[in-house]
């Protein structure tokens, strides 16, 4: 067949007709966002490092999904401003009942969520059931702080800490737990347990996770979210990748300084610099530590935010038996020059650690020192343990940032220099995150390796418990040592105590223990994360867990 | 020639098939994966147990690609887990192919804009000071890097000058309406004239770090093919025949130096998608580039998967339309 | 161009590098009868000598080249310090000072690490130099045994080894090494090499295939045949000596491009992890991070690097140029 040559200017120009022809005309609305009031912009951008996965904060577990949902639904139990410290919020105060097992909260009067149904206690119950039963697809991935914080679902009611809400007047809600546990309330103040409008969930078949392939697939709810927060979602465009809030002009308190809201998603972090200092955005979250000076000297505030996180050193008993003896651990550990590695390494604001738990939380012991940098001490306490010239498998991941460790090679190298001074023979290791660092890790595949957590909510158990608390199961094997059994029985039973001050005493003298008598890995430091805002944007707190709020926050022009 | 596409047509399906099953076994033959990348710290057997069963990686690797080629087939290739979770994979591509397409077409213009041009100049010029100038010049282009070009044009012109956008495909205080999702041409049909304008100029810059390579190789083949053509024996005729020199230039010189660009420019098309994955990077653009990137770090298998056979069948058809184009250029390729 | 990275400008560069090899072979054939291969290879080298010399181009490249090689084997006796000790460590404070400046032995001043930079760029070609030349070493192993599997054979086996290569030329290059790269458990330097090679290998192969293809037919070879010459001795000693022009050719675009690919691999957080011996698209990628406040860290690295890839690129292209036999009409 022949082409002829006029064939495809033909072929192209039908396209392009044809284009043209199913083309809307613009809907773009012609009113311009004329100046609100005097001098403040009625519009903050922020740049986001990632796309939300989705708008259900049930099914979310990363923090680019809990920045945009935060802004716009409330749990019962509220984050002060600045602190990991929990306060009232949809509930106006909450009693326990003496074995800790019944928690009764009394709801704040006169919520409404956006499309008008009344917040109360039949809503709050609701919404308890509705994350309670969720089907197998959604129990084993999207749902992860509930399977974090209550162990399991209906599926296997009776594992589950969650043992049901009832209503006990409009405005009074009762929630039943299998045993008492320092995770409540202060773990409701997730952003995961947000209170969302039961006819919205109803409506738009809220639970309805159904497998996709080898990923997820969410339900038409999660596009179009319901809460009571002060701001609503708008629009999110994602071939511009920008999401839209609007102000909530029926917010129960005091309503939003800005009427909107948008977050640019900008996944270079050098770009949202670059953004920043262009003025095309507002802020941005977690700079480069690198970059803190330059933000400042170019007219910026970097928040700092009070650490709530830790840096730490695994090690593997298991894997490498000189480990077993606690003097070699502690060796280890006086061999780290770890006020060289924080002031060189680490942003400002960084601390040597002195225990697995940042200070920002209750049950951290003050009185504890940091083991100090004394190679002499480790050189002799090796020769005694018979480990003098040992050799470490010690690994540090590649192809990641984490807020408690910004550079994991450097860091890793300036701890490697140490070890080798005192004569340990490192094997330097590295894999990539999520190519096998992680899943070595798990199976115990190094004698020692770099790792940390950043925590949830303001409970110790969130920390050590959740490092040395499972015996079988823990990355730190401590069911080859002597101490494992014990350490992870106290665990148990200090997070069961109902007393707060009590148990903030447990903990505390755990913490101890930890450090001095077991030493099951090496606590190396907590590095404040921050958020960079440019001097126009006034009214944002730092939150330790990240929760920043917008409301409060007006941008000058 | 009916046949011949049809007959390429089928060649596709084949390879598409093939690569399918060896990019499904090469994702999942890497260390680490999908289960650790959503879970991160909080990864704990129990939780990774559940997580697989609930993705359906606990199943064998015949039933799993079974079950992807069942989906594939009626085009589900199912939801992204790191680029944008939740999504569909394809929908993701969707998505993000505009903007790659509409990248990689304005730095093949500005490659083919200056390429030709400037390599007829060369060659009609040759040894000149012109044309040694501009073969150094096209070789260096090749020796600096993509991605440190594309830095160091942000920051001179966007960051130092502030001329330019420094990153992205539109500034997020324009209203626009998405029509076809590129967004010059979206600018255009609804006569939104600034938005069309604002995307133009966030296009300018990494479009021209993502040409510097194209550019290099079209200008050297079209200064290559010009050289030979001026030998050849019918340009001479031409020449001795007295006919002007428009004459000659146009149809009988670049006419027939052309034929080996036109396949140079298709070729670049597979080179474009390299480029575009550092380009993108530097730029934040949300294509394709930056989705492959990122859904390699974060192990997302739906759009890996999607977004390797998209690309490769894509440059089946691009291969075959500049085979198409060859014939409506070269009247003895026709008759063949 | 040779731009190693992208495919398509490769199989262009492929085709036009065997067509001058198999027009080499014919011309050379018409000169003699008797030792033909040895004599024509010298004379061929010979005359491309004779031009090169002259040739202000070949004499840049080369003598950048060279000079890149020299100090790569030198760089410990030349490099002011240990490149792998953080000796100004003291100095750097990530808020106010990340990078200690120059300073009385340290002309350039420190990296993050207070590891200084004038040592760690001289140490630095010596990495660099190791991945370019090792990267293509194996490429061009690789590329030889599938080209001459291909080459000397025909029917089943050439068209078996082609479909392969094909594939491989089809897979966009730098997501073939960024894949090979990733498949490693424990990336190092020799990943980075090996990834970089293999993205070589269909390369080599389809360039040595093509010429040797040309000269299956060719006379000389015709008539060893006829002589009865056994059939690895056709391969190894008429067909092989013949084909390698390009694929030297080849083989000096290809250093520069392992160079810059290390950079790209390492800008992708692909590349060596492992900063202790530096090389420079490591140096590069990683410089990234911090860029804005600190650009001389990721400036002076990109300009060894492109300095260096110009010289091999200079080099290549006009060694292509002299031993391209339409150039010497």
Known sequence: MKLTRKAAPIALATTLALTLAACAQSDRSTDNPSSGGGDVKDTITFGAAGAPELFDPFYATDGETFRVTRQMMEGLVGIKAGTADIEPELALSWEASADGKEWTFKLRDGVKFWDGEAFNAAAVCYNFERMFDQNETAAGGPAGYWADVMGSFKSDAANALYQGCTAKDDMTAVIKISRPTSKFPTALSLDSFSMQSPKALKAGDANNVTKQGEGFGYPAYSKNPVGTGPYKLEKYDEANKTVTLVRNDAYWGEKAKTAKLVFKIIPDESTRRQELEAGSIDGYDLPNPADWKGLKDSGNDVLVRPAFNILYMGLNPAKNPKLKDLKVRQALYYAL??????????????????????????????????????????????????????????????????????????????????????????NVVTKPWNGGYLDTVDTGGFDAWLLGWTGDYNSPDNFIGTFFGGLKTNDFHTSATSYGAKLSADLAAADAIVDEGQRKAAYEKLNQEIMEQDLPGLAISHSPPALVVSKKLKGLVASPLTAETFSSVTVSK | ?????????????????????????????????????????????????????????????????????????????????????????????????????????????????????????????????????????SLIGVAVPVFFL????????????????????????????????????????????????????????????????????????????????????????????????????????????????????????????????????????????????????????????????????????????????????DPRVRTR | MPNPLNPNAKKQRIDDLAAQAGGGAAVLTVDDAGHIEESTGVSLIASAWRRLRRNPVFLLGAGITLLFILLAIFAPLIAPHDPSKGLLLDQVRPQSNPVPGAQPGYPLGADTSGRDVLSRLIVGSRQTLIVGVFATLFGLAGGLSLGILAGAFSGWVDSLVMRIVDVMLSIPSLLLAVSIAALASRPSQWTVIIAIATVQVPIFA????????????????????????????????????????????????????????????????????????????????????????????????????????????????????????????
């Open chain 2, 1 to 137: 020639m009916l046949r011949f596409i049809l007959r390429r047509l089928l060649q596709m399906v084949g390879v598409v098939f093939v690569l399918s099953l060896l990019v499904f076994l090469w994702l999942r033959s890497l260390p680490g994966g999908t289960v650790s990348a959503i879970l991160g710290e909080k990864a704990t057997p129990a939780r990774r147990a559940a997580l697989e069963k609930a993705l359906g990686l606990d199943q064998p690797l015949y039933v799993q690609y079974w079950e992807f080629a069942k989906r594939a087939a009626t085009g589900q290739f199912g939801s992204s887990t790191g680029v944008q979770p939740g999504v569909d994979a394809m929908q993701v591509f969707i998505q993000r192919f505009p903007a790659t397409l509409e990248l990689s077409f304005f730095a093949l213009l500005f490659a083919i804009a200056l390429g030709i041009p400037l390599g007829y100049m060369a060659a009609r010029r040759r040894a000149s000071w012109f044309d040694n100038l501009s073969v150094v010049g």
């Open chain 3, 206 to 329: 389809r360039l040595l295939r093509g010429s040797m293809l040309a000269q299956r037919s060719s006379d000389h070879v015709l008539a060893a045949r006829a002589l009865g010459v056994k059939k690895s001795a056709i391969v190894f000693r008429h067909m092989l000596p013949n084909s390698l022009g390009p694929v030297i050719v080849q083989a000096t675009l290809v250093i520069a491009g392992a160079i810059i690919d290390a950079a790209a691999l390492s800008f992708l957080g692909l590349g060596n992890p492992d900063d202790r011996k530096p090389e420079w698209g490591q140096m590069l990628g990683k410089a990234q991070n911090n860029i804005f406040d600190n650009p001389a860290l990721a400036v002076w690295p990109a300009l060894c690097i492109i300095t260096v890839a110009l010289g091999f690129t200079l080099m290549g292209e006009s060694l292509r140029e002299a031993l391209d036999p339409k150039s010497r009409r």
């Open chain 2, 150 to 329: 594309a830095f160091l044009l942000k920051y001179f012109f966007a960051i130092n000058l502030h001329w330019l956008p420094v990153s992205g495909r539109q500034d997020s205080s324009i209203d626009a309406t998405r029509v076809t999702d590129f967004f010059v041409l979206d600018g255009i049909l609804t006569r939104e004239w600034d938005a069309a304008w604002d995307a133009l100029k966030h296009l300018l810059l990494p479009s021209l770090a993502l040409a510097t390579i194209p550019f290099a190789v079209i200008f050297r083949i079209t200064r290559a093919s010009v050289l030979d053509v001026m030998d050849e024996d019918y340009v001479r005729t031409a020449e001795s025949k007295g006919l002007t020199n428009k004459v000659i230039r146009g149809r009988h010189i670049l006419r027939n130096a052309l034929l080996p660009v036109v396949t140079t420019i298709g070729l670049q098309t597979g080179g474009l998608l390299v480029g575009a994955v550092l380009t993108e990077r530097v730029f934040s653009w949300g294509g394709i580039g930056e989705a492959v990137a990122v859904a390699f770090t974060r192990r997302d298998y739906a759009v890996l998967q999607v977004c390797i056979l998209m690309a490769a069948i894509t440059f089946v058809i691009v291969n075959l339309l500049v085979d198409i184009a060859y014939a409506v250029i």
């Open chain 1, 337 to 426: 020059n770890r006020d060289q590695l924080v002031k060189t390494q680490l942003p400002e604001g960084a601390t040597v650690a002195t225990q697995f738990v940042p200070d920002t939380i209750a049950g951290y012991n003050k009185d504890l020192k940091p083991y100090a940098y004394d190679p002499a001490k480790a050189k002799s306490l090796l020769a005694e343990a018979g480990a003098t010239g040992m050799t470490l498998t010690f690994a540090y991941p590649s192809e990641v940032s984490r807020p408690y460790m910004p550079d994991p090679q450097k860091i890793y190298e300036a701890l490697r220099s140490d070890l080798e001074a005192v004569g340990i023979k490192v």
